[in-house]
């Protein structure tokens, strides 16, 4: 379904929202939802050095935590307990194992969002798309969740209100574009 006139909407939300469900999606876009998930950051691609030092900081906190406990048991208790170890490096193995989980986590989350960005650039009439990624550019917000909340916006507004809000988003590009307005 496009979503070309204002009557398309409904019809279109519906295969938006199906679109969005079949890939787990709806929750991160639900323009209902918009305020706290703008809150939410968009996950960082990993890297074999973060993972690494992530696994180090884990592996020290878990021997902290077993040195208190061994130490709050009495003299005799600690007798029949064994002291916890320092804890040693992972290896470059299974940091590797464990970064390519991570980054692949990480890859599918982008494609979900390309999928998302995609299949809303090609269901949307190209002007109103032009107006909600200026608004979106405007704002430094170009994620999916971004477009379907101004999407939904837009589509209350009146046509005078539409030729407005493109008029001023395109006088705000060339400003930007001209130097005598930043972002």
Known sequence: MKLIRREDYPAWFISLK?????????????????AANCEIERPKMPSF??????????????????L????NLTPAEQL???RPLKPVPSSDDRIRIIYECEFMGWEW???????????????????????????????ERMEPRDMVYEIKQLWGASDWQME????????????????????
Request: proline share 2%; charged share 30%; net charge positive.
């Open 164 to 183: 407005l809000y493109h008029k001023q988003m395109k006088e705000q590009v060339e400003q930007i574009r001209a130097g005598i307005l930043r972002y």
């Open 18 to 34: 199906s679109h969005a469900l079949g890939i787990k999606m709806w929750n991160d876009i639900n323009p209902d939802n918009y």
């Open 80 to 82: 029949d307990a064994d």
């Open 68 to 71: 208190k406990k061994y130490e």
């Open 109 to 139: 989350e982008e494609h979900k969002r390309t999928s998302m960005y995609n299949f809303i650039r090609s269901t949307v009439n190209p002007q109103l798309m032009s107006t909600v990624c200026m608004i979106c550019a405007s704002r």
């Open 49 to 66: 050095i973060s993972t690494k030092a992530r696994l180090a900081e884990e592996n020290e906190l878990r021997y902290q935590e077993a």
